[in-house]
């Protein structure tokens, strides 16, 4: 089955404790990227990735870090979490910029 | 930065009845698409148009494009309780998606 998966589904953790978010897509796509979702605020591009090696800023970069290493993977990394960074966040893949975005299930991440 | 904002922000109609929802954006595209996301749940795709296209259908959706007026329209006919979530446009940026900030339609039975 063509999907995109996220983990962990949720999160609490406390401010600076370094963190991980992964995303794996099973469909070959080249673009993946990561969104967070805040009330009011809509979807808000973090970083996004055109393929293997390649990423760069979204909208609100400030405070992640991703990398690329292999096509399927695209983590998310907090290297020092902050409660402004308490959000949905949401990896998504495609086969280019120009075609549908598949979405993953989300993560609901709670810093204290 | 927003490139797609949609009106109303919520818009709550009977069960039946036609829901509309606009989409404006701020400069030219290749393509437009709308979402749709259950409450706390992942975005799924529902239809693209491309900058060339007027007009297109898929079930119950019909989305029309206006390059001219930079909008975009989704109409949902014969609305159903499952139709009830918040819908997105998403336009494309410089090398990126961007999205509005979402139309919440409530079904109501």
């Known amino acids: 089955e063509a999907q995109v998966t996220q983990n962990p589904r949720y999160l609490i953790t406390v401010t600076g404790k370094k963190l991980t978010v992964t995303c794996s897509q099973n469909?070959?796509?080249?673009?993946m990227s990561w969104y967070r979702q805040d009330p009011g605020l809509g979807l808000r591009q973090i970083y996004y990735s055109m393929n293997v090696e390649v990423t760069d800023k979204g909208d609100v970069p400030e405070g992640y870090k991703v990398s690329r290493k292999e096509k399927r993977n695209f983590p998310l990394i907090l290297e020092s979490p902050s409660p402004n960074q308490t959000s949905l966040y949401f990896c998504a893949s495609s086969l280019d910029l120009d075609y549908t975005q598949y979405f993953g299930p989300g993560t609901r991440l709670t810093v204290l | 930065s927003q490139q797609g904002e949609e009106d109303p922000q919520a818009l709550s109609i009977q069960e039946g009845e036609n829901a509309t929802m606009n989409c404006s954006y701020k400069?030219?595209?290749?393509?437009l698409q709308w979402y749709r996301q259950n409450s706390g749940r992942g975005l799924v795709h529902l239809i693209l148009i491309r900058s060339n296209e007027r007009e297109k259908h898929s079930g119950r959706l019909r989305v029309t494009l206006d390059t001219s007026k930079k909008s975009s329209s989704l109409l949902i006919t014969a609305s159903r309780a499952a139709d009830t979530a918040s819908y997105f446009c998403a336009t494309d940026g410089a090398q990126k998606l961007v999205f509005g900030q979402g139309t919440r339609l409530t079904i109501n039975p």
């Open positions: 469909m070959n796509h080249e673009y």
């Open positions: 400069t030219s595209i290749n393509n």
